[in-house]
């Protein structure tokens, strides 16, 4: 069952065939614009499995409308409209955090982690003596955040330096609250 979210997307690959009149191109114009105000509206809350589900029925809606080989260019620009939610939808479900890995950012041992690296670069060894921790328990940290695509590691010379990647930042910003460096306000 497709949520109610994604229903107009399934009626109008269900109606490609009658895309032919203006009167249901200006019918499909109009649902593609209540779908695209949707997509906005929830954009920034929604979970990677809603924006999969409307990837993956945009992306049937569109194959449909191809389908169709009409000769018309308005279901053309359907179809270039539909193009537009499959590339947003698509962005969206790959850069949102799915929730495992808002519950693996939301246990105390990364927090502190996420925190400190919202504010600045920092290497292993700098971490741990921010956190008074010792560096294996950092350094396992920071391996699973990276594995869930929450830290990145980059090299300056020598020295191993790690940053949150964008979904990171968004997750420490949105999810866990804006956090400040322990100690300051």
């Given at each position: ?15 490609a065939d009658a895309l032919s009149s203006e009167k ?148 420490s910003d949105d999810v866990i609250g804006r956090m ?6």
């Amino acid at each position: 069952m497709v949520l109610a979210y994604w229903t107009v997307l399934v009626d109008l690959a269900a109606e490609a065939d009658a895309l032919s009149s203006e009167k249901e191109i200006d019918h499909a114009n109009a649902s593609l614009a209540a779908v695209a105000e949707t997509i906005s509206d929830i954009l920034p809350t929604a979970n990677v499995g809603v924006l999969r589900e409307g990837l993956s029925v945009a992306t049937a809606a569109l194959s449909r409308v191809k389908a169709m080989g009409a000769n018309d260019q308005s279901p053309d620009f359907i179809a270039g409209r539909l193009s537009a939610i499959v590339d947003i939808l698509g962005y969206a479900a790959a850069a949102t955090a799915d929730d495992v890995v808002v519950e693996t950012a939301k246990q105390e041992k990364h927090k502190a982690v996420l925190r400190l690296l919202a504010s600045a670069s920092f290497r292993d060894v700098d971490l741990a003596e921010k956190l008074g921790e010792d560096i294996e328990a950092v350094s396992a940290s920071l391996n699973e955040l990276h594995s869930i695509g929450l830290v990145t590691t980059h090299r300056h010379g020598t020295e191993r330096y790690h940053n949150l990647t964008p979904v990171g930042k968004i997750l420490s910003d949105d999810v866990i609250g804006r956090m400040e460096p322990e100690g300051r306000e």
